[in-house]
């Protein structure tokens, strides 16, 4: 579980035995029942990590609502969309392993993040990776509820793939680009895990080693 789920649910657990104790028991009720939602919202699962070469995998749970071709420093790029309800594990995992060679936050407005001006008008973090699967992009945008980003790394930091790298909390969206000739995985509509659901596999860079396809539990 994530740490903040438990400074929530103790919280909550607190203000319950304190109505209970100053009011009537029942009115503990509700401070429970968000109590228990948010020890569950911020749960943090294992997860099967492919050690597939060149496997980009989907940085976080939920619904593949778009992919599209897009123009980013001159080069075709391709971008996943995902977009995260209340319902999906909020924890955010690398795409790839490599090295984290830039951070930017930028502020921005708090829209509906399934729509598409989202990518560039919502609050978002842009991570910028290199690694074993060429240059990665992934973006933690900001949705109608989410208020709040976390990213735990910074530029210089090595990462390794399906590692947990941060969150956004209540909703969101997180978008992934990465180069156009790779070879697709997934599908819109389709439901996918951060960390084990392979998005699409990068075309092998040279004097790249090869890695088993195996799997490793995080």
Same mark, same amino acid.
């Given at each position: 579980?994530?740490?903040?789920?438990?400074?929530?649910?103790?919280?909550?657990?607190?203000?319950?035995?304190?109505?209970?104790?100053?009011?009537?028991?029942?009115?503990?009720?509700?401070?429970?029942?968000?109590?228990?939602?948010?020890?569950?919202?911020?749960?943090?699962?294992?997860?099967?990590?492919?050690?597939?070469?060149?496997?980009?995998?989907?940085?976080?749970?939920?619904?593949?609502?778009?992919?599209?071709?897009?123009?980013?420093?001159?080069?075709?790029?391709? +971008?996943?969309?995902? &977009?995260?309800?209340?319902?999906?594990?909020? =924890?955010? !995992?690398?795409?790839?392993? $490599?090295? #984290?060679?830039?951070?930017?936050?930028?502020?921005?407005?708090?829209?509906?993040?399934?729509?598409?001006?989202?990518?560039?008008?919502?609050?978002?973090?842009?991570?910028?990776?290199?690694?074993?699967?060429?240059?990665?992009?992934?973006?933690?945008?900001?949705?109608?509820?989410? +208020?709040?980003?976390? &990213?735990?790394?910074?530029?210089?930091?090595? =990462?390794? !793939?399906?590692?947990?790298? $941060?969150? #956004?909390?209540?909703?969101?969206?997180?978008?992934?680009?990465?180069?156009?000739?790779?070879?697709?995985?997934?599908?819109?509509?389709?439901?996918?895990?951060?960390?084990?659901?392979?998005?699409?596999?990068?075309?092998?860079?040279?004097?790249?080693?090869?890695?088993?396809?195996?799997?490793?539990?995080?």
């Amino acid at each position: 579980m994530v740490r903040d789920g438990i400074y929530y649910g103790l919280a909550l657990i607190a203000v319950a035995g304190l109505l209970a104790w100053l009011t009537v028991p029942a009115l503990a009720v509700v401070p429970l029942l968000l109590a228990g939602f948010f020890l569950w919202f911020f749960r943090d699962p294992k997860r099967r990590i492919p050690a597939v070469q060149g496997a980009i995998v989907s940085p976080a749970d939920g619904k593949v609502t778009d992919i599209s071709v897009i123009r980013q420093d001159g080069r075709e790029r391709t +971008r996943i969309s995902i &977009f995260l309800n209340v319902f999906d594990v909020h =924890v955010n !995992r690398s795409p790839i392993s $490599g090295v #984290i060679e830039d951070v930017q936050y930028r502020q921005g407005k708090f829209h509906n993040a399934v729509g598409a001006s989202s990518a560039d008008d919502n609050e978002q973090n842009v991570v910028t990776i290199r690694g074993d699967a060429g240059t990665v992009v992934l973006k933690q945008i900001a949705g109608l509820l989410a +208020r709040r980003i976390v &990213f735990t790394k910074k530029a210089g930091d090595t =990462v390794e !793939r399906g590692e947990r790298v $941060g969150l #956004i909390k209540f909703g969101s969206r997180t978008d992934v680009i990465f180069p156009a000739d790779s070879q697709m995985k997934v599908q819109v509509g389709e439901h996918v895990k951060g960390g084990s659901t392979i998005l699409a596999i990068a075309q092998p860079l040279p004097l790249t080693p090869r890695l088993h396809d195996v799997a490793e539990v995080r």
